[in-house]
Every structure is written in C-alpha cells, then in structure tokens.
C-alpha cells in the first residue's frame, strides 16, 4: 500500500510562489514524494475560482510545469463528495430532510452542499454540529467510494489519480 501524507491548509491551499515552494520541497526533501497532489474546493470564501477547470489552472500555473503535480477540485465543496451518502448524513445528524436535489457536484454555489450538511446537523438530534473532519470520516467509514464517484465527476477524476500513480487500473 502506498503512503498518503495529509497536510491540511484551513481555509484555502497556498498560492502563487508559496504553492510552488511547497511542491517542490516534498518532491526533493529528505523523503522525497513520488507525487504531490493538491485538493482544494472551489469554494474557499475568497473568491479566487470561478470553476473546479479554473482552480485546476491556476493551482497548475502557480505550481510550474511539474508533471509530479497534480491538482483536483471539489466542485464547489468537498461535501458534495458526501452527499450520495445522505441516508448515512440523515442517520447521523438524526432526521429525515430529504437531499438536495441534482447532482452532487451541482448543488448550488450560493448554498454549497457543506451547508446542508450543517443544517441537517443543526435541526437534527444529534448533539454535536457537523464537523468536516469528524463527520466526513463517519459518514464514508465502509463505504464504496465508487458510489461517489458515479455521480461526482471531479471525485472520480480525484480517485483515478490516486489509483493510476498506485498502478491500479481506473473506474
């Protein structure tokens, strides 16, 4: 099995030369990676994407021509990825609200598929408020993520990536 080091950026991913430095400090440090891939929404409250094919550019831009990079996007939040997977959402957060209707990937850029989630945690009876890193994890434990992917274009493309640079054949 590989090895998959997670580095998390509250609230955005580094830009522009910082973004550049950090590539290339994982793919030459003392442990260099085979690969960097980089993972951010397009949602991030700044403003600075327009669409997942934009964030892609510009991350691709402000990294350098570096064919170990390899930029995805969550369209327009990583919670799209989850809401295949609201009857689990609906069991932990405690109520029945039905899903956002359309595809994942396609839900409202004004009311991101996050907040959603938030508010069936909010008005649920679940004690706690959603948490990405808490919920997200309960939400997928034992899951297919193939599921996911059928209907999340930009969640497939992620995962194939991953699976290509394992030498795993793609979905």
């Not at 932990?92 to 945690?121: C, M, W």
């Not at 706690?128 to 993520?145: E, Q, V």
């Amino acid at each position: 099995m590989p090895r998959l080091d997670m580095f998390v950026y509250h609230g955005r991913i580094p830009k522009g030369d910082e973004l550049r430095t950090k590539v290339e400090k994982l793919l030459s440090g003392r442990q260099p990676a085979n690969a960097v891939i980089a993972l951010t929404d397009v949602y991030t409250g700044t403003g600075d994407f327009t669409t997942a094919a934009d964030a892609k550019a510009k991350m691709r831009q402000w990294a350098g021509a570096n064919k170990s990079f390899h930029p995805h996007v969550a369209q327009h939040d990583f919670e799209a990825w989850l809401l295949p997977y609201w009857s689990d959402i609906q069991k932990i957060a405690g109520h029945n609200r039905t899903a956002p209707k359309g595809l994942p990937e396609d839900v409202n850029h004004n009311r991101p598929p996050s907040y959603h989630i938030q508010e069936i945690f909010r008005i649920g009876t679940c004690r706690d408020d959603y948490s990405k890193a808490r919920d997200a994890n309960r939400i997928l434990r034992n899951k297919d993520l193939a599921v996911s992917a059928a209907q999340c274009p930009e969640f497939k493309e992620f995962l194939n990536t991953i699976i290509k640079l394992c030498g795993g054949k793609p979905l």
